[in-house]
């Protein structure tokens, strides 16, 4: 059981990524698909002491191997650099492979992933903003170790961690501030992804609206830029932002 689309509430935190594990079902030819239990170890193996991801000492499993595009870390590492448990990361991993037996997802996949939760709408371009941000050595494609981080972040981190990680989805440019062009290129595809399903139906220039009220209150200093320091202090103070930071701690 993963989480749920939430509702957008009109705070500046961004809504939760997609419910699905974000993966290719399409391979590249001559690639073979990948047992669900090659890399993390069984109950049986946990209990001889096995504490990473293996595989079978075989022949077919070093040619099956050879042919995935992407080999996860140990389950020992990830279990240091995120906030799930050991067995929270095997429930991740097998759903994660058995929808991607290559071992990493490209951006139109993931958009192609992320419009099944929203048919309402269109979410492709916040989409294109949210796999930017979790492509966090962007390289243009996202790994389990990808995935797995952002959402330790989303549903684990601390408030902190939380907007840190918010900020950098608004901060398209990635230069540390952010603009009110920027903000209003996030806010019109959450608005555009969230479709017909907004009571009372917003107008066209409610985004901008939206935009102009969150930034007078973010940019203290009137610079025409919100810096990290800015955006953290003013979702602080933002009691449905707080509220918000919250929802999704317990969903594993």
Not at 123 to 137: C, I, K, M, P, V
């Amino acid at each position: 059981r993963y989480f749920n689309k939430a509702q957008w509430s009109g705070s500046c935190s961004p809504p939760p990524p997609p419910r699905p594990h974000p993966c290719s079902h399409s391979q590249e030819k001559g690639s073979a698909c990948v047992k669900p239990d090659d890399h993390l170890p069984t109950e049986e193996a946990e209990r001889a002491g096995t504490s990473c991801f293996t595989l079978q000492d075989s022949v077919e499993d070093e040619l099956e191997l050879s042919t995935v595009r992407h080999r996860p870390e140990g389950l020992e590492q990830l279990e240091a650099r995120t906030r799930f448990s050991r067995k929270e990361l095997q429930i991740l991993y097998r759903g994660f492979k058995n929808e991607c037996p290559s071992g990493i997802v490209n951006e139109e996949t993931f958009k192609d992933i992320y419009a099944q939760f929203f048919p309402q709408g269109e979410s492709s371009t916040y989409a294109h903003f949210l796999f930017n941000a979790f492509d966090t050595d962007h390289n243009g494609s996202l790994s389990f170790e990808d995935f797995v981080m952002g959402l330790s972040i989303l549903l684990r981190g601390t408030i902190q961690e939380k907007l840190n990680w918010a900020f950098n989805l608004y901060d398209i440019n990635k230069d540390g501030y952010i603009t009110k062009e920027e903000m209003l290129d996030i806010m019109k595809a959450i608005y555009d992804m969230m479709g017909k399903c907004t009571y009372p139906i917003l107008k066209e220039d409610t985004p901008r609206q939206h935009v102009e009220v969150f930034f007078q209150k973010m940019d203290k200093n009137k610079d025409g830029v919100v810096t990290i320091d800015e955006f953290i202090d003013c979702c602080q103070n933002d009691e449905n932002i707080m509220r918000s930071m919250h929802l999704f701690e317990n969903v594993l």
